[in-house]
């Protein structure tokens, strides 16, 4: 191991500078203004978490937790998400509140990498959480939430994707009768491996329409696709998962949303998190999802507390690379000052600062290169001679 | 480039060819000159397409990033990269399958047995797999020269004829998984482009449906 040098930060850390920083910092609060306006209130979680509760609970792969250990030996965790320590707030301490709660949360969140560089392992969430509400109006409501989220901050041209894992669950258990055989065939779909699920589907010992049933499948995903998802399916369990697409359908079409979203039965974000309807947000520029969330009836359960729940999370640093860097305004003004000048540069600067203008006050003895400094501002005004000072 | 424009990870090498001449019975006019270029980025424009050439062993890190939208690689190299793409299509070309191989007659070592590759990830999961624990040895290319020089007890390597194996005299002791191409897609590509990857995977399927029945 070599020691690490100065400049170097642990792997996927990264350093925010001001530019970033600011367009960062507007979007958060265009975000937090658009949550706000739905009712979503904003809290705050601990950033470490036990892993036995919040790590257990969260739906990150145990080899992209951070860990440490408290004095008694107790592991430790870097929280990985935020939906799970607000799960477990929303189950202990303000299990008295009456429900369904809106809650919106802004943090950082902690994922190891594993093999290289390229996505950040400490990144931004903001989301919201709607716990205690199972109805689809909560369903469209967060899918729409995060729609008028995204615009807000001047998102354009993105698209999300809406999906089912009810609906898979009870497909795949019609057809193959077992657990056990349901989460294999379903891993492919996680794994994104759409060869290994062929090739697994047609070496089962099933009958060739239920065959051409999960093969079909595949193709569930895009404009009408509503309907062949209801010729797939025979329980009554299936044709409710249905139904709920439909309602779902007619509530995002009342938010007006629906041209954005399209119909995906083949999304499988996660496992076993998941339980009903889940959703991607994609924008062009980017090769990741931006944003995504779903319904997790499941987790609060974990906490000693059964409620519904469903919540969405978008990921700040992506979104900061899909709205595109570099819109930032500069600093505009810079007031340079010898310190025989100091007192009127400070009451002008003051002036300037009062009607709400960013203003650098800068004494000429601390900069080596005057040009090469007043490069980077549009406007420079000098305390330094006999005059008032000048415009440069 | 328009935004509907979609960029294909292309393999350098052995599997460009089978590739090329696969996308050519999709009917996908690509310029005769294409395989003698030495340019890394082709763009087609009436065909709204644009080619990188890249490593095979990086194809699946350039779709994964979303730099290319699509691309063609190995199944050894999803298997060794594990990277966050869909694998959609199985082309069915650069047939080929991972192996074990080493010296006739030779055992692994009972305390450390060695195993030189170019897939430490493949090796190491196969290994676990059987119940043995191995320590890798990462080889770059040549691999059949580590148990022949005393670096590891076996090699883990792609065969396709066995020519190269038996020439330098080794065998194969275990066939690990069969290899072949395949049709790979950027999560978000396959959303936000579905309309020009799906029809690009039905021409491709259309094809290699047809040498399915025609073998």
């Known amino acids: ?392 | 480039m328009s935004s509907s424009t979609l960029t294909i990870a292309m393999p350098k090498g052995r599997i460009f060819e089978e590739a090329v001449q696969l996308l050519r019975e999709a009917d996908y006019t690509l310029p005769p000159e294409f395989e003698d270029s030495r340019k890394l980025i082709l763009e087609i424009e009436e065909a709204n397409l644009r080619f990188i050439l890249a490593k095979p062993m990086d194809v699946p890190t350039y779709v994964e990033h979303g730099v290319a939208d699509v691309g063609i690689a190995g199944k050894d190299v999803m298997l060794e990269e594990k990277r966050n793409v869909y694998e959609v299509l199985d082309l069915g070309i650069s047939r080929c399958y991972l192996a074990v191989a080493g010296i006739p007659g030779t055992e692994l070592d009972a305390v450390a047995p060695k195993i030189a590759t170019k897939y430490p990830n493949v090796a190491s999961n196969y290994f676990r797999s059987q119940g043995k624990q191995v320590e890798i040895i990462k080889l770059n290319g040549s691999i059949e020269l580590a148990p022949l020089i005393g670096l590891a007890d076996r090699i883990v390597d792609i065969v396709s004829t066995g020519r190269t194996l038996k020439e330098n005299g080794l065998v194969e002791t275990e066939k690990i998984i069969d290899i072949t191409s395949r049709f790979i897609v950027n999560p978000v590509s396959y959303r936000i482009k579905a309309n020009a990857v799906d029809e690009m995977v039905h021409r491709l399927d259309k094809v290699i449906e047809g040498e399915e029945i025609a073998r």
């Not at chain 1, 009870?170 to 759409?194: A, H, P, Q, S």
């Not at chain 1, 797939?232 to 409710?240: K, P, Q």
């Open chain 1, 1 to 392: 191991m070599t020691k690490p040098l100065v400049f170097e930060k642990p792997l996927g850390m990264r350093d925010t500078l001001p530019d970033l920083y600011e367009i960062k910092s507007k979007s958060r609060s265009a975000m937090e203004h658009a949550v706000q306006k739905w009712g979503y209130r904003f809290m705050q979680t601990p950033t470490i978490e036990y892993y036995d509760t919040v790590g257990e609970a969260s739906a990150t792969l145990e080899q992209q937790l951070f860990k440490l250990l408290d004095q008694e030996g107790k592991t430790l965790v870097l929280r990985p998400d935020m939906t799970a320590p607000i799960a477990r707030v929303a189950a202990s301490t303000m299990q008295g509140q009456s429900q369904p709660m809106r809650i919106a949360y802004s943090a950082n969140v902690f994922r190891a990498q594993q093999q290289e560089g390229g996505h950040p392992a400490e990144f931004e969430q903001f989301g919201v959480e709607l716990i205690g509400d199972g109805s689809t109006s909560a369903d469209g409501e967060v899918i729409a939430l995060m729609i008028e989220t995204l615009e807000h901050v001047g998102l354009r041209n993105f698209q999300v994707a809406v999906g089912h894992l009810g609906y898979v669950d009870v497909l795949f258990k019609e057809i193959l009768g077992t657990d056990e055989r349901v989460e294999k065939l379903k891993r492919f779909l996680y794994e994104k491996n759409y060869v290994g699920y062929k090739q697994h589907v047609k070496k089962l010992p099933l009958s060739s329409i239920d065959q051409k049933r999960l093969l079909d499948f595949l193709h569930l995903r895009g404009e009408n696709k509503l309907e062949d998802a209801e010729k797939l399916i025979t329980s009554t369990r299936g044709y409710e998962a249905i139904e709920e697409l439909h309602a779902l359908r007619e509530c995002l079409k009342a938010f007006g949303v629906n041209e954005l979203t399209t119909l995906d039965l083949t999304l499988v974000s996660h496992m076993t998190y998941y339980t009903g309807v889940v959703f991607e947000g994609y924008a062009p520029e980017l090769g990741s999802p931006i944003s995504n969330g779903g319904r997790y009836d499941d987790l609060l359960g974990k906490f000693d507390k059964e409620a519904k729940a469903t919540g969405f999370g978008i990921d700040l640093d992506y979104l900061m690379e899909a709205i595109q860097r570099g819109e930032t305004e500069p600093f505009t003004h810079c007031v340079i000052f010898s310190e025989k000048h100091r007192k009127e540069a400070y009451a002008f600067v003051r002036k300037l600062r009062d009607k709400g203008g960013m203003v650098v006050a800068q004494d000429i003895k601390g900069i080596e290169s005057l040009d090469a400094y007043t490069e980077q501002f549009s406007n420079v005004t000098y305390y330094l001679g006999k005059e008032e000072g000048g415009e440069h």
